[in-house]
Structures are given as C-alpha cells and as structure tokens.
C-alpha cells in the first residue's frame, strides 16, 4: 500500500500531529523544547526530524569530546519508549485495524547532525 492509497497517512493533518506528539514527548523526557519538527510519510515509513538544543550536560560533554555516550544515551531513551513513540504515531495516522504498526519493528535512530565542539542546537533524526 502507498501512501497515496491511504488518505490519512497522505494527509498534513498527519504529519502535523506527529510532528506535534514527538515534540512533545522530547520536551517531556529532556526537558528541553523543540525548536522545529519536521516530518515525513513515505509508504509504511514515517521519519521526524526534531531541531533542538542539546541539554547543558550535553552541551558539556560535546565540549569535552563525549558525542558517542550522547547518542548512546538517547539511543537507549529511545529504545525503552519505543512503545511511547509507536503509540504516538498510530494515534496520528489510525492504521486500520488489524494493522500494527509495531510489527514493522521501528528501530530508533538517533544522529546529531550538523553538530560542532561549541554547538549548543543540534538536529535530531528519529525513525
């Protein structure tokens, strides 16, 4: 099925919801909020692209050379909200029933984009 099939996961209402429900989720867990969400509905793939300030831990480990337990650590916020994640996204997009999301496994993906040692904002990619 494409997403032209299917009128709600074509729809901008959609992705705005998503877009919505993912930052608000971001700003619950970091406590920080999203500058700018953006995100997109290809098929069965929903990808969220969430602009935001890294924490002030963050900012100082980035300063020190620690990008790698950054991602690590929001790889694992990811992973054990995954249900959180998929939840939200189902609300949005109302699969029908007997279609899950869930049984696609997403995998969470965490990239900090466009990132410099003295960075405070950062662009991050979750699927």
């Known amino acids: 099925m494409s997403a032209g099939d299917d009128p709600i996961l074509d729809s901008d209402a959609a992705m705005a919801a ?13 406590g920080t909020p999203v500058a700018r969400a953006t995100t997109h509905i290809l098929d069965d793939l929903v990808v969220c692209v969430l602009d935001i300030e890294l924490m002030v831990i963050e900012q100082r480990m980035l300063l020190l050379g620690h990008d790698e337990t950054i991602l690590a650590l929001r ?19 109302r699969p029908p029933r007997g279609r899950v999301l869930e049984q696609y496994e997403p995998r969470p993906a965490v990239r900090l984009r466009g990132v ?12």
Do not use: D, K, N
Not at 18 to 30: C, D, G, K, N, V
Not at 75 to 93: D, G, I, P, W
Not at 120 to 125: A, M, P, V
């Open 18 to 30: 998503i877009s919505e429900q993912l930052s608000a989720i971001h700003t619950e867990f970091y």
């Open 75 to 93: 790889h694992e916020v990811q992973s054990a909200e995954r249900l959180t994640f998929t939840a939200a996204v189902e609300r949005a997009t």
């Open 116 to 127: 410099s040692p003295r960075a405070r904002h950062c662009r991050y990619t979750g699927t």
